[in-house]
């Protein structure tokens, strides 16, 4: 069962700047970490749904920094390896990664898989929000993005699985918003748990929705 979980930004960005967010991971996770989980987790979006070792190795150098985690030949994902990065040498029972484009049940199924893993599971999750949200934005600016980030917030400091699994796939592919299936994958892994829900930073210096909370 879910005992914990953190809610991160998996932007490189996080891992040697933005303090302040920085600072708001370091809290969720610490958060996560003194719940005590028998299973530490590490979910994030990829190209593919995939499980990997929790010492596989990830690094940063496709994305011009020179840091990463783990040892041996880099396998994970962006995301994943931004989430060993943000444990700080602390290494996962395992890291799993969720196809971007998975439908929400796919997504819900695998959250739950996840938490029957122990009787008390702890999850970092790496989830961005839209990256739609100014001209100057990655994507194409779009009016329906700030809408939807504010619900991802909303729901995440209510602790809300109910609103992440209702988050529109369609919607949230034409917005950019990539962390829409890793949220969906916490929402499942809620099932038969009450946490409580705090939103401890939101943030979006270029455009991209960027998250910090913790569920305990």
């Known amino acids: 069962m879910l005992a914990a979980a953190a809610v991160c930004p998996q932007t490189p960005l996080i891992v040697t700047g933005l303090p302040r967010l920085r600072a708001a991971c370091d809290a969720a996770v610490r958060g996560v970490l003194a719940a005590r989980p028998d299973v530490l987790i590490v979910v994030g979006g990829a190209a593919a749904t995939e499980a990997y070792a929790g010492g596989a190795a990830g690094s940063l150098r496709p994305w011009g920094l020179d840091a990463g985690a783990g040892t041996g030949e880099p396998v994970l994902p962006l995301s994943l390896t931004v989430g060993r990065c943000l444990l700080d040498g602390r290494v996962p ?84 918003a990539t962390g829409r299936a890793a949220l969906q994958v916490l929402a499942g892994a809620t099932a038969g748990a009450a946490p409580r829900g705090r939103l401890l930073a939101r943030a979006a210096p270029y455009g991209v929705g960027y998250f910090a909370a913790l569920w305990d």
Do not use: M
């Open 93 to 176: 029972d395992a890291c799993q990664a969720v196809d971007l484009d998975a439908a929400s049940a796919e997504c819900l199924a695998l959250g739950e898989k996840l938490a029957a893993t122990g009787d008390r599971v702890g999850l970092l999750v790496l989830a961005d929000g839209s990256a739609c949200l100014t001209p100057k934005a990655p994507g194409k600016y779009d009016e329906a993005a700030g809408p939807f980030d504010d619900r991802v917030a909303q729901a995440l400091d209510a602790a809300d699985p109910a609103a992440l699994a209702a988050l529109d796939p369609v919607e949230a592919d034409r917005l950019w």
